[in-house]
């Protein structure tokens, strides 16, 4: 809408997904311990209750989308469409390997968080395809998602991070919003952190160790200047957020 | 539906407890928008027309939102509230009473938003903690009273209503 208000986008054809049901659902299968979330599901449904509660992560992010109007109104549907690379919900579906389910004309496909993402605001969909879905595992262990802003609310990130713990397998997982052209998946730091220390429940992680991380991590970060801040300040934020994340996931 | 199939037809907003036929208008055009020019309730107002400054809020379907937001024509089928249908044959809401009552209008440009947007809050949590009102106003902003006088506006409908 911000666009037809004051860019002057005239849109021809317009589809209202308001109706769909189907969109606006979200469930969680015992089974196999995921949480399947409708494109239209609004962010002040994922900020409290069950969806809080099974991935703590997303409802932190959703409660830092800008206003309650906002969160009201906007859905995992249109962060994925629009595909900003400071989309608060995109690091959060990075860290936990979330699967974009997609439809359109030729069927539906299932396409991993790796491989949806293609650049600032470039997206794998198709042509005449949308989102119908999205579904991310319910993890055993600690995960948050912290944002640097300039004020507390109804601010555009910085930079931002979301750190998932999995106790059971022993694995950390980062991703980073707001650093480079698309989320970035610290592949590098979480491996050389599994190879240094254990992750497993009741692991203890010392202050410099938790320090070293947070220089790898920002190691990993591609971020430039632009007029919200500059690439040092962000590098210097992601590290200090990953060092953060880690001792709290740890606490 | 495209533009021209839209060209005359006419679809029904559903207003403060009132069906409205919208004739003639554009696919595009915004409910704030449609509320204001084409249904004549001017109460919210349009300042940034980009979400950031709730001047333009109403309720719809049970939600605060920006009317600035929401296409006009996607809000069929949903019943919206604007400051228009808060009082009783015109009178003031308790709320509103109170915004007169602590100085919380100044030059009242964002008022209707915050008002609608107080009625909301108030509507789904009766006794919210400073931190939630701050929280649930956030999408608002005055450029006049440096908010505490609409905080305590707030304090002041929330005894009231205690007491009574
Ligand atoms: C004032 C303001 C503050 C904001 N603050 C934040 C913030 O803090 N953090 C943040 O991440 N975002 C923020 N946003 C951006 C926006 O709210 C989010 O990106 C939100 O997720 C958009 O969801 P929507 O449903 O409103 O999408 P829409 O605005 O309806 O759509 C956005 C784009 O996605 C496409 N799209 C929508 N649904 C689908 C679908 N199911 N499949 C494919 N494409 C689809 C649309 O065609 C469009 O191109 C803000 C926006 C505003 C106006
Ligand atoms: S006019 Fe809608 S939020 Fe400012
Ligand atoms: S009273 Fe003037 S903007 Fe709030």
Excluded at chain 1, 81 to 107: K, R
Excluded at chain 1, 206 to 226: C, K, M, Q, W, Y
Excluded at chain 2, 110 to 134: K, W, Y
Aim: aromatic residues 4%; glycine residues 10%.
């Amino acid at each position: 809408m911000v666009e037809v208000n004051l860019h002057g986008r005239q849109p021809q054809t317009v589809i209202n997904l308001r109706r769909v049901e189907e969109l606006h659902e979200w469930s969680h299968r015992h089974t196999q311990q995921t949480v399947t979330i409708g494109s239209a599901v609004p962010y002040s449904v994922m900020e409290t209750g069950k969806i809080a509660e099974l991935v703590p992560a997303l409802a932190q992010a959703a409660r830092t989308v800008g206003s309650p109007q906002i969160r009201a109104a906007g859905t995992l549907g249109g962060n994925l469409g629009t595909c900003s690379p400071a989309g608060d919900s995109l690091p959060v579906l990075s860290a936990l390997n979330a699967v974009i389910h997609l439809i359109g004309p030729q069927g539906t496909r299932d396409v991993a968080w790796g491989e949806f993402m293609l650049g600032v605001k470039k997206n794998a969909l198709g042509s005449g395809e949308f989102v119908h879905s999205i579904t991310v595992p319910v993890i055993q262990g600690w995960q948050g998602y912290a944002k640097v802003g300039t004020r507390n609310a109804m601010v555009i990130a910085t930079a931002s991070a979301c750190l998932v713990r999995d106790t059971e397998e022993g694995l950390i997982s980062i991703a980073l919003g707001s650093v480079g052209p698309t989320i970035i998946r610290c592949s590098q730091a979480e491996k050389w952190l599994r190879k240094t220390t254990s992750l497993r429940a009741g692991a203890q992680i010392n202050a410099d160790l938790a320090v070293e991380f947070g220089r790898r991590v920002s190691d990993e970060a591609t971020p430039i200047d632009d007029h919200r801040s500059t690439a040092a300040y962000r590098r210097h934020c992601v590290a200090i957020l990953a060092q953060r994340l880690l001792v709290r996931s740890l606490a | 539906m495209s533009a021209q199939e839209l060209g005359n037809e006419i679809y029904t907003l559903k207003v403060n407890g009132q069906s409205h036929p919208v004739k003639d208008a554009w696919i595009g055009e915004s409910l704030l928008y449609v509320l204001r020019e084409r249904l004549g309730l001017p109460g919210a107002k349009g300042a940034c027309e980009q979400g950031e400054c709730g001047s333009c809020t109403v309720v719809m379907d049970s939600q605060a939102v920006c009317s600035c937001l929401v296409m006009a024509a996607a809000a069929v089928d949903t019943e919206i509230l604007t400051v228009e249908g808060l009082g009783e044959n015109g009178s003031l809401t308790d709320i509103q009473q109170a915004f007169l009552a602590a100085g919380g209008v100044q030059c009242g440009f964002c008022t209707p938003g915050f008002i609608v947007a107080v009625h909301h809050l108030l509507d789904s949590n009766p006794e919210p903690s400073d931190d939630q009102i701050r929280e649930s106003l956030s999408g608002n902003i005055c450029r006049c009273t440096g908010y505490g006088r609409i905080l305590e506006a707030v304090k002041i409908v929330i005894s009231q209503r205690d007491a009574s």
